[in-house]
């Protein structure tokens, strides 16, 4: 496979669709080495209409493999090192895998938080913590944390489940950018905001334990999904995920620019973080004259 000094080898899990899928193709379209994970190859509806075929020069560059992101760590990482053997390396790591729910937490209850955690927190947690150790030892990598912008509007009935397992992500690829960085590993928290995908238009309302004071929250959020279709899910994720391979790359809109350690991209996705933090600065603010008498007595 003729590669170029430039040339990257991208791991992506979630590719089946959505994000991930997109991601995968603006990868591909520039010359880039991508291991696509999908949960099950062999469940996969039209895997062929999806990937480029084995036999084209994009099909050549692309892997898609099996991963199962709740296995554990020790099934991860043996993906991850048969993963390595094909190019020799691995140069990003974009977690992308998850799925998103909604619904009143009353009615979810721990175990449909256990449930989505696995995926959207723990998966993230163990694909990173298989992939680190290569990517230490090369002194070299960019890890690029798929979270949400939802993490910033939690406070919208419903979505307590979603956003709550992508604000966990976005503080843990906080503290982890800080870790690997002396060893020359990039960290891009990665926070979108309303990209129209499949995925996210399949987004199901959680109804396995119905209370009936809970029935006007769950039309309104039916409601509320319709509206969000028409009017928030407008962006395009052909052209995000293009920004992205910009910004890792560092070429196109992000040609000159540093990788950030932040991205917020997508319609809505900047002023939902500005108002969020309008919100706290004003909360820190109107009780920030208590503190004064809150030191210890001495």
Request: proline fraction near 4%; glycine fraction near 8%; charged fraction near 25%.
């Amino acid at each position: 496979m003729p590669e170029t000094a430039n040339t990257k080898v991208w791991f992506i899990t979630g590719t089946s669709s959505g994000l991930g899928l997109h991601l995968v193709k603006a990868v591909l379209a520039r010359g880039d080495l991508v291991i696509a994970t999908v949960r099950d190859k062999s469940k996969l509806e039209n895997i062929e209409d999806r990937f480029p075929a084995e036999d084209s020069p994009e099909g050549q560059r692309l892997r898609v493999v099996d991963l199962d992101v709740t296995l554990g760590i020790e099934l991860i990482s043996r993906v991850v090192e048969s993963a390595i053997e094909v190019w020799g390396r691995i140069d990003v790591l974009v977690n992308n895998a998850a799925y998103a729910e909604i619904g009143a937490f009353e009615e979810l209850g721990s175990r449909a938080f256990r449930a989505m955690y696995d995926i959207n927190v723990f998966g993230v947690i163990d694909v990173t913590n298989a992939v680190l150790p290569h990517m230490r030892e090369r002194r070299s990598g960019t890890i690029v944390q798929v979270g949400s912008r939802l993490a910033w509007e939690a406070e919208r009935p419903g979505r307590s489940i979603f956003a709550s397992s992508k604000a966990a992500v976005h503080a843990f690829t906080e503290s982890l950018a800080s870790e690997v960085l002396p060893f020359n590993i990039h960290v891009l928290s990665f926070q979108p905001g309303g990209f129209r995908t499949e995925a996210i238009l399949a987004t199901p309302i959680h109804s396995v334990n119905p209370i009936r004071d809970y029935d006007d929250l769950r039309t309104r959020m039916v409601d509320r999904l319709t509206v969000a279709t028409e009017k928030v899910l407008v962006g395009d994720p052909r052209k995000g995920m293009n920004v992205l391979v910009d910004v890792v790359r560092g070429e196109g809109k992000a040609q000159g620019n540093q990788l950030p350690r932040y991205l917020v991209l997508g319609p809505g996705a900047a002023e939902v973080v500005i108002e969020k933090c309008r919100v706290m600065q004003e909360a820190a603010q109107e009780w920030r004259w208590v503190t004064e008498d809150l030191w210890l007595d001495t």
